[in-house]
T-cell receptor, first 114, second 113 residues
Framework: DAGVIQSPRHEVTEMGQEVTLRCKPISGHNSLFWYRQTMMRGLELLIYFNNNVPIDDSGMPEDRFSAKMPNASFSTLKIQPSEPRDSAVYFC????????????FGQGTRLTVV | TQLLEQSPQFLSIQEGENLTVYCNSS?????LQWYRQEPGEGPVLLVTVVTGGEVKKLKRLTFQFGDARKDSSLHITAAQPGDTGLYLC?????????????FGKGTLLTVNP
């Protein structure tokens, strides 16, 4: 398996534009997580899905952020409109459900909003 | 909100030295995981500890889970430049059949040759 695949790796966009980040989890995994990493806040959980259903989105900063998981092999995180303070590295991770199981991370998308 | 506090935030040492980093919380977790992250990459799991008081060893790395399952430590013996990276602890909490991982901010370790 190629692991968790995220695209794009880097994204530079202007303030106000819509940004869509994509994630393909590891085949067979049924939990998917979106995290945001910054120096100030560290690795923050934004939302996670279990069996394609959003379970906890309390970490989503505001209504400008939305996430979908239309099927077991694809998820998106959308920011509309984007703002400079959204600049961060966004990680997607997947795991096979269980409190002791490993989360496998993608390489992240570095987002810069200018 | 469950918070994990890691200390120190930054640590710079010479090759061959020993070090300990800490992960503390006021919450009880069903398990605690340690990850290591290198620049430009996502975190990679090092170990999972489950039982209060549990100690696990991974070569020169020793991980301990506190008796009350609220805190953990990572001890590295004879550190090497290859140990350089961001060390993150993550607490697993479950609700019914679902669970989530909450991360600390990490300890950035630099081992100088």
């Amino acid at each position: 398996d190629a692991g968790v695949i995220q695209s794009p790796r880097h994204e530079v966009t202007e303030m106000g534009q819509e940004v869509t980040l994509r994630c393909k989890p590891i085949s067979g995994h049924n939990s998917l997580f979106w995290y945001r990493q910054t120096m100030m806040r560290g690795l923050e959980l934004l939302i996670y899905f279990n069996n394609n259903v959003p379970i906890d989105d309390s970490g989503m900063p505001e209504d400008r952020f939305s996430a979908k998981m239309p099927n077991a092999s694809f998820s998106t995180l959308k920011i509309q409109p984007s703002e400079p303070r959204d600049s961060a590295v966004y990680f997607c991770a997947s795991s096979f459900q269980g409190s002791n199981t490993e989360a496998f991370f993608g390489q992240g998308t570095r987002l810069t909003v200018v | 909100t469950q918070l994990l506090e890691q200390s120190p935030q930054f640590l710079s040492i010479q090759e061959g030295e020993n070090l300990t980093v800490y992960c503390n919380s006021s919450s009880v977790f069903s398990s605690l995981q340690w990850y290591r992250q290198e620049p430009g990459e996502g975190p990679v799991l090092l170990v999972t500890v489950v039982t209060g008081g549990e100690v696990k060893k991974l070569k020169r790395l020793t991980f301990q889970f506190g008796d009350a399952r609220k805190d953990s430590s990572l001890h590295i013996t004879a550190a090497q430049p290859g140990d350089t990276g961001l060390y993150l602890c993550a607490g697993a909490s479950s609700g019914g059949s679902n669970y989530k991982l909450t991360f600390g901010k990490g300890t950035l370790l630099t081992v100088n040759p």
